[in-house]
Antibody, heavy 118, light 112 residues
Framework: QVQLVESGGGLVKPGGCLRL?????????????MSWIRQAPGKGLEWLSY????????NYADSVKGRFTISRDNAKDSLYLQMNSLRVEDTAVYYC???????????WGQGALVTVSS | DVVMTQSPLSLPVTLGQPASISCRSS???????????FNWFHQRPGQSPRRLIY???NRDSGVPDRFSGSGSGTDFTLKISRVEAEDVGVYYC?????????FGQGTKVEIK
């Protein structure tokens, strides 16, 4: 069965950086687009970024463009999110999300909590 | 960006009674391939969101048939025919037709 396991969350100061990882299993990772979606505490959901199976295509929400970078390593079945210049408002649970087609979002990880605070 | 507007935002329900949540998009959601990439998700406290309905009216595997989705154009509805205790939580409508994907504000369903 499809499994997505995020790691790398934690407490970081404003202006700092953090790298999230998502380990995937149960499907042919290189065939799937992957996305990151976040949820601020007690708030709704926000799509952040996607990357194509071969990494040729990426896209970002305006709120993170220029600060966050999505990448993947198909040899390791892993997805990453490099987060730089973090702000207090980036505090959220970050989910790794995928599906059989680019517009599917039926598989979610358990989430990784990122707290940006001084 | 496509704005997704849900109503109501809070929905107290009686066990065994029907419930309905509406979602309106600020623009049409039909993609160039003819599909409408409109989804409903359910999130219980402390859990990840789970997709219930995809492409307006298709139930995901394992989703009880008391859940049904309908709609077209810019107006969509999720119906629960008979609410059960496990249905509490927050329901989100989500469009994945246009980038960026956008979500409704969420509808909190609780038992009266």
């Amino acid at each position: 069965q499809v499994q997505l396991v995020e790691s790398g969350g934690g407490l970081v100061k404003p202006g700092g950086c953090l790298r999230l990882s998502c380990a995937a299993s149960g499907f042919t990772f290189s065939d799937y687009y992957m996305s990151w979606i976040r949820q601020a505490p007690g708030k709704g959901l926000e799509w952040l970024s996607y990357i194509s199976g071969g990494s040729s295509s990426t896209n970002y929400a305006d709120s993170v463009k220029g600060r966050f970078t999505i990448s993947r390593d198909n040899a390791k079945d892993s997805l990453y999110l490099q987060m730089n210049s973090l702000r207090v408002e980036d505090t959220a649970v970050y989910y790794c999300v995928t599906g059989p087609q680019i517009r599917d979002a039926n598989y979610w990880g358990q989430g990784a909590l990122v707290t940006v605070s001084s | 960006d496509v704005v997704m507007t849900q109503s109501p935002l809070s929905l107290p329900v009686t066990l065994g009674q029907p419930a309905s949540i509406s979602c309106r998009s600020s623009q049409g959601l039909v993609y160039s391939d003819g599909n409408t990439y409109f989804n409903w998700f359910h999130q219980r406290p402390g859990q990840s969101p789970r997709r219930l309905i995809y492409r307006v009216s298709n139930r995901d595997s394992g989703v009880p048939d008391r859940f049904s989705g309908s709609g077209s154009g810019t107006d969509f509805t999720l119906k629960i025919s008979r609410v059960e205790a496990e249905d509490v939580g927050v329901y989100y409508c989500v469009q994945t037709t246009h980038w960026p994907w956008t979500f409704g504000q969420g509808t909190k369903v609780e038992i009266k």
